[in-house]
């Protein structure tokens, strides 16, 4: 039997890897602030001259690996890091010359992720035309052709006499008809570098390559790759996401070898995959039904294998490439985001504080993702960031259309400074998928006075920080509008076995998740708990929750690796069913504290009392809360104080002041001296009192420092 992939061998590029590699100590970042540049290569400064001195005062450059050259001839203090999709390779014969495609190429025919496929009910030899395949269901399959979707792309494999795969004996094609009533397909045979095979009736599979989602659309240069534990394995015994990390490790040291790190783009935990038809869905055991990544473990019941298996990744690549590399991936989102936080140096969350304009109730559940996921970084140095991601009015090609959204930068850039973050920036507009028409593009410089102080030209102005960052208690400090621990409620949906323990002596409620059914949701199970009042004065009112949060998985019961993987939950508050306003949160072993901002769920002819709703029917383990309280009022407002002045930061929708006397105490404090922005950096002494816009922050810094 022939293949109709040629795969690369892994051992090829790890024999050709070059022997005297630079040694690669520990990566020390300096002082705050810490300034990244996003994809700003793609701008063409290479190819201008004197335009690479622009990157000196960049403390981490960020890059495609197609403008990585340039890397080498920039400032070498600075931290460069690699930009790489996660979980997912091009199509075989597709840009051949990058990363993408050159794992496409290496890929085994068995670890590409499919969704549930059919067998063949007729022989079928090869052939150069469009062939006709008799098969058992064609509900599984799609003519798709929308723009960004396309057709679907199959994969043939053959089976054996016990029925199970030949992964070396596939073909992939493209569908192009459907006859449901004669159950035929009709597909263009031998694409993507494969070539037409013969296969016997009953003896084959046809099955759709997944494809990624991303945002609203797909990208249809690409195919997800089986990440899950339920993998097949290859001749040499890997799965697919340990095929991935050796053949990324040694891309790294044969191609690579001044990379001091590698972020993922759309690090994934849920196997996100664009399909139009119910019909089917991601199949990670190939077994011809869809299970949407979930399998059943002996003593856990459904988990999802494919998150699982991201931790696998994640772990062997920090494996291979040793401590001093930094490891980040894109976690847009904590139900379907990468987990990996153990094996990493940090996150990325993009579109903060929300994609789009001029949506910002996002703001207050991004942050809580990332700062947890920084928290939980198991590398040094932590290196994760906030990513603003939009035109501003200082940065747009018509700066008239963005009037007043330079707030938005300073939001994101106080947030990355309450979590040790890095600060990126790039003026994108992704309102409409990703268009670049009204903003400047990654590649254009944008340099803002809170980089170096403005005027005074001052990297790492602030030095280092004096203390924790904290909230301010003033901006949301209400009675308590829990009703009493009795009256919380356990709501378990059929198919779920769950049970809630109170324990008031120390306020702590206990929901222990004893059995699912095969397709989870976080609907689930799920905490109902009263609130002390008799309606909501509509959609736009806020609500502080404030918690401390606890879980178990068991995920250690399949191998010690993913002991501490979080778990997600969600919180809402609303009437009743329809929560369309849950905002997520991740929870693990150790206690987190929590404060979210929420917006009431009021769903139309829904009369039921207002109530907290903590959802969390989609995973196993335990789930412990404590301290828990909900105000009136957005109280998501901190500050944090550093060597050289102190960062403020109002994440609330109303404008908010910061009593510096009370916050920092014996200390004169001045605005920037700004040159971007200096209607806000205005150089002025501070006053005692200092008022913040809505979602905006502010930098102070002490004169004596300066």
């Known amino acids: 039997m022939t293949s109709l992939v040629v795969p690369l061998a892994f051992a090829v590029m790890s024999q050709n890897a070059p022997t005297n590699l630079p040694s690669r100590g520990p990566i020390a970042l300096p002082p705050y602030p810490r300034i990244m540049a996003f994809r700003l290569l793609e701008g063409g400064w290479a190819k201008k001259p004197g335009g690479l001195d622009i990157f000196k005062n960049y403390d981490l450059i960020h890059a495609t690996p197609g403008t990585s050259d340039a890397l080498r001839k920039v400032n070498q203090d600075s931290v460069q890091i690699l930009h790489w999709r996660f979980g997912m390779a091009a199509k075989p014969g597709i840009w051949t010359n990058n990363f993408r495609g050159q794992l496409a190429l290496a890929t085994w025919p068995g670890h590409w992720l499919l969704y549930n496929g059919t067998t063949i009910t007729a022989p079928l030899r090869p052939a150069a035309e469009d062939s006709v395949i008799a098969v058992q269901d064609t509900s599984v399959f799609v003519v798709e052709n929308r723009p960004r979707y396309g057709p679907d792309d199959l994969m043939i494999y053959a089976l054996d006499e016990a029925g199970k795969p030949v992964w070396e004996h596939s073909e992939h094609c493209k569908l192009v008809a459907i006859d449901a009533d004669a159950r035929t397909i009709t597909v263009q045979r031998g694409q993507y570098r494969s070539r037409p095979l013969s296969f016997e009736a009953g003896r084959a599979v046809v099955a759709t390559h997944a494809t990624p989602q991303l945002r609203s659309h797909t990208d249809p240069n690409m195919w997800r790759l089986n990440f899950s534990l339920e993998s097949p394995r290859d001749p040499e015994g890997r799965t697919a996401a340990e095929a991935s990390a050796d053949f990324m490790a040694s891309l790294l040291r044969s191609k690579h070898i001044y990379a001091d790190g590698v972020e993922f783009d759309v690090g994934d935990w849920s196997g996100r995959a664009f399909t139009a038809n119910q019909q089917r869905g991601v199949d990670v055991n190939n077994d011809l039904v869809r299970d949407n990544c979930f399998v059943h473990y002996p003593g856990l019941g459904p988990v999802n294998s494919l998150g699982l298996g991201t931790i696998v990744f994640t772990k062997r690549l920090r494996d291979a490439m040793g401590p001093n590399f930094l490891i980040q991936a894109d976690c847009g989102s904590t139900r379907g985001g990468w987990r990996g936080f153990i094996y990493a140096n940090g996150v990325e969350i993009e ?146 076995e769950a049970g809630l323990t109170r324990e008031p002596a120390n306020g702590t409620i206990r929901v222990q998740l004893e059995k699912m059914p095969a397709s989870p949701s976080f609907g689930g199970v799920r905490l109902e708990w009263p609130l002390r009042m008799e309606s909501f004065a509509g959609p736009d009112e806020a609500f502080t929750l404030r918690m401390r949060v606890r879980a178990e998985t068991g995920y250690d019961k399949i191998g010690p690796l993913f002991k501490r993987v979080p778990r997600a939950l969600n919180a809402a508050v609303g009437t009743g069913l329809g929560l369309g306003r849950a905002r997520d949160f991740y929870a693990d072993a150790d206690p987190y504290a929590l404060l979210l901002i929420l917006y009431p769920s009021l769903p139309k002819n829904s009369s039921g009392r207002p109530a907290l709703f903590l959802q969390m029917g989609e995973e196993p383990g335990v789930v412990e809360i404590g301290d828990i309280s909900i105000c009136r009022g957005d109280g998501f407002v901190m500050y944090r104080r550093f060597e050289g002045g102190i960062v403020l930061m109002n994440g609330s929708l109303a404008p908010v002041t910061f009593d510096l006397q009370q916050i920092d105490p014996g200390r004169t404090l001045s605005h920037i001296d700004g040159i971007v922005t200096p209607a806000v950096n205005t150089g002025k002494l501070a006053q005692r009192r200092v008022t913040v816009g809505p979602h905006d922050g502010l930098v102070l810094i002490c004169p004596e420092a300066a």
């Not at 005027?455 to 009675?479: N, V």
């Open 351 to 496: 579109g903060f504080p929300s994609f789009g304009r001029p949506e910002t109730r996002n703001a207050s559940m991004k942050f809580n993702l990332c700062a947890f996921a920084a928290s939980r970084a198991g590398s040094e140095p932590k290196a994760s960031y906030l990513f603003v991601k939009r035109p501003t009015e200082a940065y747009a090609k018509d700066p008239s259309q963005f009037k007043g959204t330079n707030s938005i930068f300073r939001l994101g850039f106080a947030g990355d400074m309450m979590i040790d973050g890095i600060i990126p920036y790039a003026s994108v507009d992704d309102t409409g998928g990703f268009s670049e028409e009204r903003g400047l593009g990654f590649g254009a410089f944008c340099w803002w006075d809170e980089y170096d102080a403005g005027k005074l030209k001052r990297r790492h102005y602030l030095g280092m920080p004096l203390e924790p960052p904290k909230h301010l208690g003033a901006a949301a400090d209400g009675p308590n509008l829990l009703a009493p621990m009795q009256d919380a409620k356990l709501v378990v949906q059929p198919g779920y």
